[in-house]
Structure formats: C-alpha cells, structure tokens
C-alpha cells in the first residue's frame, strides 16, 4: 500500500476532491475531467460518499475509476456513519479492499435534515475510525478531518482538538481540514494541535473562491466559519450582480471569480509558507478552475 502520510513528510502534496455524479451524462463527463487533473500528479483524488450510503455504489465506481485511470494517484474514498450499521460498515469496507481501494477518510457525516442523530451503530468518526482498525488491521490508511474553526457542534476548539487527538490515538493516520479562509484561525489551530500532541500530518481542504453564493453556503450553513475581512471585501466590491430587474451581469460576476481566484491563490501560498503537508482543493468535477489555481500560484503548472 502507498503511504499518503509517509509522502505527506517528505514533500507536500497536491489532490483533489470529486463527486459521483447523480446522472449518466455527469458520469460521462468524468473521466475527462479526471484526465486533466491527473496533468498535476496528484498524489491523490478522493471521492464523497453520500448519507447512508445513498449514494455508494456510484461513489465506488469513481475511486475505481480513479485505480484503474492513473496507477499513480492513490483513489480515497469518503465514509460516513450517518444510517450505518456495523455490518453494512464491514460489508462496504471488504468491497472496497476486493476492488483495491485501500485509503479512507472516516467521517461521521452531516445530520440529515429532521433526524436527531446518526440512526447508526457509530455516532461519532472515532467510533467509525475504532472500527476499521479492529476489524481491518493496517489493511487501510485512515485519513479523519480536522477543523480549525472548530466543529460546529462542539462546545469549544479545546474540547474538538481533543477528539481529533483521540482519532489519533485510535488509529488515524493524517487529517483533511474542513474549509477555512481566516488564517489567523487557522495559525492558532495548526500550532494548537500541535501542542496537544497531535502529530499526523495536515492536508489542508480548499473551496475556491470563485461564486459568491457557493462560499456563502459552505460557510453559514454547514461549518459556521468565519468571513475575514479581507474576504468581506470582495464580497462587497462584487454584491450587486444582478441588475433592478432581477437580470445577471455577467462583468460583476467575472470581477468577483477574478478576485476570488486571487484570493486563493494566496491563501494556497501561505498554507504552504507555515509548513502544511498537502493542499487539497475541492475540484467540483471541474478542472478549468483548479487548473488556473494552481498553474497561478506555481504549484506543478500544466501548459
């Protein structure tokens, strides 16, 4: 098995996120885009995974889509505990190891919208992150995700750093952050966790900037993350994008992506100025924008 923590300490790394797209013509559209990214020599492309698995058996398809495309990127599949049992766990977990997947990124996953909890035999990723090594061994590299912000239900960033040292401790081999654009934030937490005694390997997760409504979501209303100011700006410089009658204006709209672009550019260089292991950026099964990112901030440009 390839070690993503192991190269992680030695160089950093460059990836991407997918997901299985809901139609045929999503589907079709795919493997070109992986094409394009695969330009970059990602180390790895990881792959979502629906509430219950809703969505699993096209989530499957993609990461051996992925195995199968590019024998040097790594396939990582998302795994959630939301409607799970334990034995629908180790059914899926054993599926995954016959069609040569070998890396997860344990999740407990967001509520779905009236439930009051899991409606599962885990409630939380460390229960999911316990279970995989006790059944499976070393069979998988255990990827859990991080939040600098803190997760939005728990009481404080002490008591979350807390349970991602426990994932550590039962298992977990590096961490995928959750979105975050302030960097004074996300300082105090990179050096937070350290002091905790958390000593996986950071991959840090990017959404790029480039619709305002799209960031405004990701913000408010899953991971309660902070706007910082110089964000709000661009925001503010680009908020009226439609005209009195409602009608969009297409200028005000590229003035915003060029800015936003911008913006994460520099945020991916001073991830990688505080001394992150990788940069991981949310591709929405696209590849134009991800490439213009990157090809912007120098990072294996692709002519």
Known sequence: MKKLAAIMQDKTTVSFEVFPPKTEKGMAKLPDTLE????????????????????????LEVVQMIREADQNTVPVTHLTCIGQTKESIRA???????????????????????WDGTNSAFRYATDLVTFIRREFGDKFEIAVSGSPEGHVECTSLASDIAHL?????????????????????????????????????????????????????????????AIPRKLAEIFSHHWF????????????????????????????????SLGVNGIHLYAMNKWQDVTEILNRAGIRTVL
């Open 241 to 272: 994008d439609t005209d009195p009658e409602g009608n969009e204006l297409p200028e005000v709209r590229a003035a915003f992506r060029e800015e936003g672009m911008q913006y994460t550019v520099d945020q991916i260089l001073e991830f990688i």
């Open 165 to 225: 040292k426990q994932k550590q401790d039962e298992g977990a081999d590096y961490i995928i952050t959750q979105l975050t654009y302030d960097m004074e934030q996300f300082k105090y937490w990179y050096d937070a966790i350290r002091k905790a005694g958390v000593t996986m390997p950071v991959d840090v997760g990017i959404m790029p900037v480039l619709k305002k409504e799209p960031v405004i979501n990701q913000c408010l209303s899953r991971n309660a993350c």
């Open 92 to 114: 899926q977990l054993q599926a995954y190891l016959d069609n040569g997947v070998e890396h997860v990124l344990a999740l407990r996953g967001d509520i779905p919208f009236g």
């Open 36 to 59: 394009h990214l695969y330009q970059f020599h990602p180390e790895y492309i990881s792959c979502t995974y629906g509430a219950g698995g809703n969505n699993v058996g096209r989530n």
